[in-house]
């Protein structure tokens, strides 16, 4: 059943009916899905707490609304489409029979290994197929996945391996990236050295690479799964039971992990797919994103799939062999719907027009963006260049904290305006704030952006430290969700989102804390401090500067700074490394020793001459002398 709806008269009655009387309107939605027992209650919530329940008592399992929803309508149908690395090898394409099998026999493999409901496992994986059947079967036993990009380092794999206590990581040999072959295993090996809390190790060989494997402990995939049965009974689950525990970057440097339930997530991100998209049957839909990132969960694997939909999960990246391969997939599998980050736009806008000339592009019907906000030229080509001005580009709004997509036009729905989020989906109470905690109302105002009503498919703790739940989101303005990001709304009443307020760097859509960099610089043992901000930059939207005093006695400057980043790769991953370093006698304080960021980030992104009050500052000589050494 579509909850989809088609015109924009039938938007503004949705939303409507979604703000006046939110219960009826989420429990209709729904009504649509299989539960094994309905809910005695649609909503239960305080802010305060926090304290949110979506369909109190239902129950369910959110495979079985992926899976056996499916097989007799479509079973035949692709589910996933698995484009390789390399553009010569044999692709791979699951039907929705075949992946209910192998979600069935992976299933089966982990109860026999001992997991079971309310078990962590992480998975750190490739995009291989592999990866979405081992988050489909964590679902369908209860099992809790925590899914981390594999190209975080072993120290930050370890952290989130111990603050969710998993006792199992799935894994493989290695992984493609473009000509690089790059290992994963011995990362996971090097994790495990620091804890002994797995017990239990699958690896998936992708690249035939030697490996280590511990007896007992390691096991091969494709040995795991011979002779496993293919049907396997999924667990019954409550509606608020934990689905998956996603770790994001805060302003403190350890990662938080984001909570997210059964009920209310599932019915949110297949809601929130199949609307913004516009998805309808026989489409064929992809996301570039990577199953590490929120996007991927949500609209690589839970929402596609939850709707029936095919889905294509791409290994490589958008310019290997050539800047054209992500054409040459959108031809090669006649993509309608493609949704990828505006630093990707960016960085193949660089090569012009000539990668894009040998390709159609006939089949696109929607464009998206997602994971920051997308500035207008880089709109206007992705519009003109790959939508031939003809597909709606849905520039979507949302955190890993919201599940899914909270404001974005509709495709062909919402009139859209280059780099404007547009407005709320259904169900989405959004408030802009002033720094005194006063809403402002009416059109033509900025400040900071609010939810004031819960949403299905939002976070309901922080593992393990609730607290940080409430301080993080729900502290600032009683008796709101504060996003940490800076709004405009203007005289249509659209929403423009202005970016960061907080501590965090948004890095080619991936956020990142300010303290967990600096962290790991000063690791660096001639490191006496640092402090990072982000400034714009061409291709990743926003790029690390890193302020660093040091000890230099008997070092050069640029063997320092090379020492520094490759401290930064190792303790976080390559996504983190800065891309200047400047190395000064001292740091803008306050006399209460902060730090004034805001003077840093203005020398970063160049604009000196608008530096503001700096008369608290213990040192104002030290300003001088930061503009003076400026990285160009």
Not at 100 to 111: K, P
Not at 361 to 367: A, E, I
């Amino acid at each position: 059943m579509s909850d989809r709806i088609h015109s924009l008269s039938g938007y503004f009655h949705e939303y409507q009916k979604s703000v006046a009387d939110p219960e009826n309107f989420w429990a209709r939605i729904a009504d649509s899905f299989h539960w094994k027992k309905r809910w005695d209650k649609v909503l239960d919530w305080n802010f305060d707490g926090p304290d949110v329940k979506w369909f109190v008592n239902g129950k369910l399992n959110i495979t079985e609304n992926i899976l056996e929803r499916h097989l007799f309508i479509m079973g035949d149908k692709p589910a996933i489409i698995w484009e390789p690395n390399e553009p010569g090898d044999p692709n791979r394409i699951l039907t929705y029979k075949e992946l209910y099998e192998e979600v069935c026999r992976f299933s089966n493999v982990l109860v026999e290994k001992g997991v079971g409901k309310g078990d962590k496992v992480i998975i750190y994986m490739p995009m291989v197929p592999e990866a979405a059947i081992a988050m489909l079967a964590c679902a369908r036993i209860g099992a809790v996945h925590s899914v981390v990009f594999a190209g975080f380092s072993s120290s930050a794999l370890a952290d989130r391996i111990e603050d969710c206590k998993a006792k199992v990581v799935l894994t493989s040999d290695g992984n493609y990236r473009g000509k690089k072959k790059i290992a994963v295993k011995s990362v996971v090996d090097e994790a495990l050295e620091s804890t002994d809390l797995v017990e239990t190790m699958i690896v998936f060989q992708r690249t035939g690479q030697e490996v280590n494997m511990k007896a007992g402990r390691d096991f091969w995939w494709h040995e795991a799964i011979e002779g496993q049965s293919t049907s396997h009974v999924a667990e019954e689950m409550d509606s608020e039971d934990e689905l998956f525990i996603l770790y994001t970057s805060g302003s403190t440097g350890k990662p938080k992990g984001v909570v997210h339930t059964c009920g209310g997530y599932m019915i949110y991100s297949k809601f929130t797919f199949e609307n913004v998209f516009q998805y309808t049957p026989g489409d064929v839909y992809w996301c570039t994103a990577d199953v590490g990132w929120i996007t991927g969960h949500s609209y690589i694997v839970y929402g596609p799939l939850l709707t029936g939909a095919t889905t294509i999960m791409f290994e490589g990246v958008p310019t290997y062999p050539n800047p054209g391969r992500f054409w040459e997939i959108v031809d090669k599998y006649k993509v309608n719907q493609f949704y990828t980050a505006p630093t990707a736009i960016r960085a193949l806008q660089v090569h012009g027009t000539e990668p894009i000339a040998p390709y159609k592009l006939d089949s696109l019907k929607v464009l998206g963006s997602v994971g920051e906000p997308i500035n207008e030229e880089a709109w206007h080509w992705y519009h003109t260049h790959i939508g031939k001005t003809k597909c709606p580009i849905v520039d979507t709004w949302w955190q890993t904290e919201t599940g899914g997509i909270m404001v974005s036009p509709l495709a062909g729905i919402t009139p859209t305006k280059p780099a404007f989020a547009t407005l709320p989906l259904p169900g989405v109470q959004l408030a802009i704030m002033d720094p005194d905690g006063k809403e402002l109302k009416g059109n033509s105002v900025e400040g900071n952006l609010c939810i004031k009503f819960p949403w299905p498919g939002m976070i309901r703790t922080t593992y393990g430290d609730h607290e940080r739940c409430k301080q993080t989101y729900f502290s600032a303005y009683k008796g709101m969700y504060f996003t940490g990001d800076g709004v405009k709304r203007d005289h249509d009443g659209y929403y423009r989102i202005l970016g960061r307020v907080d501590d965090v760097i948004n890095v080619s859509g991936h956020r990142m804390g300010t303290a967990e960099v600096e962290n790991a610089i000063n690791e660096h043992p001639l490191v006496v401090e640092s402090a990072v901000v982000g400034y714009p930059h061409k291709v990743k939207g926003q790029g690390i500067y890193a302020y660093v005093i040091c000890d230099m006695s008997n070092r050069t400057e640029a063997n320092l700074t090379n020492e520094i980043k490759a401290s930064v790769t190792n303790i976080i991953g390559p996504i983190a490394k800065p891309d200047k370093i400047q190395i000064v006698p001292g740091l803008p304080k306050t006399r209460s020793g902060k730090i004034m960021r805001r003077i840093l980030r203005k020398v970063a992104e160049g604009s000196m001459d608008n530096l503001g009050d700096t008369s608290t500052l213990l040192d104002p000589d030290v300003v001088d002398k930061i503009i003076a050494g400026r990285k160009e």
